[in-house]
């Protein structure tokens, strides 16, 4: 009995700082939870989505990056207009402002992985390079969720029994 608690709370040790993976810091700036979707045969472009924090006392900008899944990495934004959702890109990047936390996510602002050189399958997990004005390039990796998946699915919490 005393062995099945201990492999138990190793494992919920485990699970626990498994959940911090996906966490990433340089300068100022925290990079939470990168993720994307999966895409079907023959797709040419995918999405990444993140939230990126600010702690500290001066602005900053995602200004670009790279993936060795694809050939072209962009930042966009996907706004409504006159009723149509029209994609634009960010050629001056992506301010991120002291204090403040910016989200990028389904329908809003968003990472274009363009040119992709195989699809994505849901479960691996993709590497990047985020470069940022003042704190420089940060490498991270993006999980792959199914597709259509959601932030609140593509983030599962955990939850804890007391």
């Known amino acids: 009995m005393r062995c099945l608690v201990f492999l138990l709370g190793a494992l919920v040790s485990l699970t626990a700082s498994t959940t911090q993976a996906g966490d990433y810091k340089v300068g100022s700036l925290e990079v939470a939870s990168p993720w994307s979707r ?13 939230k990126i924090t600010n702690t500290g006392t001066e602005p900053d900008r995602l200004v670009g990056g790279s993936s060795d ?8 934004e996907m706004r409504m207009e006159k009723g149509v959702a029209k994609m634009l890109p960010l050629t001056k990047g992506l301010e991120i402002k002291p204090g403040q936390t910016v989200e990028l996510a389904p329908a809003s602002f968003h990472i274009m992985f363009a ?9 691996e997990h993709i590497k990047a390079t985020l470069t940022f004005q003042k704190a420089g390039p940060v490498e991270v990796e993006y999980d792959v969720q199914a597709m259509g998946a959601t932030p609140d699915r593509a983030m599962p919490k955990m939850q804890h029994a007391h």
């Open 38 to 50: 999966a895409t079907p045969k023959g797709a040419t472009v995918a999405a990444g989505y993140m």
């Open 69 to 76: 899944v694809a050939t072209t990495f962009q930042i966009h």
């Open 115 to 123: 040119g992709l050189k195989r699809p994505l399958a849901a479960g």
